[in-house]
């Protein structure tokens, strides 16, 4: 009985084991698909998304790094890797991914999102998609992001930022191109060199990646994006602003109809510094003095400028808030705050300070002395007596 179960169990598996057909693709056609990689930035592990993009024909592969799976991270590195390979694939297979499908309907057709619509329109492409928890379909993009997980980024690279990772992954799309194809022998740069000839051309103009969206300022003049607090003190409280947002930084836009640029701050997952706009916070403080004493907005300045501008006495307040403010014109808060770390023994610092602004920034000039070898060697060095024309001069004047 149990030598029939086993025999019976394995020819059931066989009777259910699914067939597969051998695909011989066109050239012009690419598979993407995203993978998470880590490298070594500032002295720790980092994490990365990387967009990959293959071409069954020739098994070329291409790579570009992102910080989010978000929209405009997925459409900005399409976008990247078409103008690195010259060219947009005539069609293309996803996943069904957020950031381009917005639903599956009952027979299986997809309702894009709003940017990928338009994105796919510009470009020209036939978008396919993988049957829902299918994503074997795309079998030669998954081999392919196995594949260079652990031939280009194992060991993780050292890259301090992220343009120092897309060269690096650019120079591996180059030195992979160098192998002879799994099953056709040929080299993959020569097989890339026939299929790169298939791909659509490049639109005279590129796609700007950005959705708009609405926000409103509370009363302390700052704004709440992505669970991050922006302080904009050159906008209006309460105030209603368009925002526009791309994949690495998002543009304040008045909502009035002229759309004028009010400020632009990085997306918090950048880790790139936000600007303060210092004329617009001191604009504040000249019209009212006592806040510099306890603005949140202080414990950004420079210590130096801090200590300088936050004491007792109002009218003393009032003069260096303003002498700030108007050196702001031509000078930078970094550089105001270095100049007054060295006054901090001069007193009062206000009286020089504006002079060793101008001073830094224009250093006086010292010519190195001039070498020539034409002088005489015994004349070199000499320093002649003038007493004789003086009392020549003094002669005269009698």
């Known amino acids: 009985m149990e030598r029939y179960v086993s025999k019976r169990r394995e020819a059931l598996k066989s009777e259910a084991a699914e067939a597969y057909e051998r695909l011989e693709h066109p050239g012009g056609e690419a598979q993407v698909d995203f993978e998470t990689a880590y490298i070594g930035q500032g002295g720790k592990l980092v994490e990365r998304k990387v967009l990959v993009m293959s071409f069954p024909f020739s098994n070329a592969a291409f790579a570009f790094p992102v910080r989010a799976e978000n929209t405009e991270c997925f ?12 060219g947009v694939p005539r ?3 996803f996943d069904n991914l957020p950031a381009a499908v917005a639903e599956i309907e009952t027979g299986g057709q997809r309702i894009y999102t709003e940017l990928f619509a338009r994105f796919v329109a510009h470009y020209r492409f036939e978008a396919l998609f993988c049957n829902p928890r299918r994503g074997h379909e795309k079998g030669h993009v998954e081999n392919k992001v196995g594949y260079t997980r652990r031939n280009w980024l194992v060991p993780p690279p050292v890259c301090e930022t992220d343009a120092e990772l897309e060269a690096y992954l650019a120079e591996k799309e180059t030195q992979d191109m160098a192998r002879p194809h799994y099953a056709k022998g040929e080299l993959i740069a020569e097989l890339w060199a026939q299929e790169r000839k298939k791909l659509l ?26 669970n991050t607090t922006y302080p904009l003190p050159q906008c209006e409280a309460l105030a209603t602003v368009l925002l526009k947002v791309k ?75 303003g002498l700030i403010r108007r050196l702001l014109e031509r000078y930078d808060m970094a550089d ?63």
């Open 247 to 321: 994949w690495d930084e998002v543009e304040v836009l008045s909502s009035d109809g002229t759309y004028q640029r009010l400020a632009v701050f990085p997306r918090p997952y950048v880790d790139k510094s936000f600007k303060i706009d210092w004329k617009a916070v001191f604009d504040g403080y000249r019209r009212k003095p006592r806040a510099v004493m306890y603005s949140d907005l202080a414990k950004y300045l420079p210590a130096s400028v801090r200590t300088f501008v936050q004491v007792p006495e109002t009218d003393l307040r009032k003069a260096r808030v």
């Open 336 to 398: 105001i705050g270095e100049v007054l770390e060295t006054l901090q023994t001069h007193s009062p610092p206000e009286a020089v300070l504006e002079h060793a602004l101008y001073a830094r920034q224009h250093p006086e000039f010292r010519p190195a002395p001039w070498i020539e070898s034409h002088t005489p060697t015994e004349v070199c060095g000499h320093r002649p007596d003038l007493r004789q024309y003086d009392a020549l001069l003094e002669m005269r004047m009698r």
């Open 75 to 86: 459409l900005e590195a399409l976008k990247r890797l078409f103008e690195r390979i010259g």
């Open 91 to 93: 069609r293309i297979w």
């Open 201 to 226: 051309a490049l639109p005279d103009v590129p796609f700007e990646v950005f959705r708009l969206t609405t926000s409103r300022l509370n009363k302390y003049r700052e704004l709440r994006f992505e």
